[in-house]
């Protein structure tokens, strides 16, 4: 069964700071996608990034980079220089290609405070 | 286009009544889901729609709750007799039917069972 764990429940960090954000994922699936979202105040989950599990390469997107290691079946998010608008609710999300149809599973979420 | 949108955005309802949201996707999307969010929690899969073919209902979701997409465009999601623990934001999303594609959501639906 498919399983996506974000222990973090909380992080506070103060501007400027970087800070990592775990997720750690289950399957049986050789093929499965792997997914970030960011669900800010306002309420509406926006899509970050999506990594299949045969790209193993790590991704930089200005501010945002993403680990993403097989061997521990993580796949992590780290903000380099966090700002205040990056105070939101991060989840993580598996899906799978060979058994779990279309279906997408979520973690719980990391909620993430940057102070000013 | 406008993105996911999702009606009505509040819903306050007593117990043992009826309720239907509506979710319009994206026009050229052909995947639609629906997904049910409590506070502190990620979105829960309720189920998803390939054109107006209902793929796959978790197994979490009782016989009161039903899902339609008579046409494949807009879908509508009831929930029957409501309860208090059905008190949740219910998301809708879609994307494009090829492949595992990002989703993109809607603004969700707040439902109060009181």
């Known amino acids: 069964a498919q399983k996506v764990t974000q222990a973090q429940t909380e992080i506070s960090v103060v501007e400027k700071e970087d800070v990592t954000l775990d997720c750690v994922y289950e399957?049986?699936?050789?093929?499965?996608?792997l997914f970030w979202y960011k669900q800010p105040p306002s309420g509406e989950l926006v899509f970050l990034i999506r990594?299949?599990?045969?790209?193993?390469q790590n991704e930089i997107s200005g501010r945002y980079s993403w680990n993403f290691q097989k061997s521990t079946s993580s796949f992590n998010f780290t903000i380099t220089a966090s700002q205040v608008v990056d105070s939101a609710v991060y989840f993580c999300a598996l899906s799978e290609a060979n058994t779990g149809g279309f279906k997408t599973i979520f973690g719980a979420g990391t909620r993430l405070f940057v102070k000013a | 286009d406008t993105g996911v949108s999702q009606d009505p955005r509040h819903k306050i309802t007593k117990r043992g009544q009826n309720v239907t949201f509506r979710c319009d996707p994206i026009s050229e999307h052909n995947r639609l889901y629906w997904y049910r969010q409590t506070l502190g929690q990620g979105p829960e899969f309720l189920t998803y729609f390939q054109n107006e073919a209902q793929l796959e209902k978790s197994r979490l979701l009782s016989d009161r709750f039903s899902a339609e997409r008579p046409k494949g465009s807009f879908s509508t999601l009831e929930i029957q007799r409501t309860e208090q623990g059905d008190s949740a934001m219910y998301l809708c999303?879609?994307?494009?039917?090829?492949?595992?594609?990002?989703?993109?959501f809607g603004p969700g639906t707040r439902l109060t069972v009181l």
């Open positions: 990594r299949n599990s045969f790209d193993e």
């Open positions: 999303a879609s994307t494009w039917t090829s492949g595992h594609n990002e989703q993109f």
């Open positions: 399957t049986r699936d050789t093929t499965y996608y």
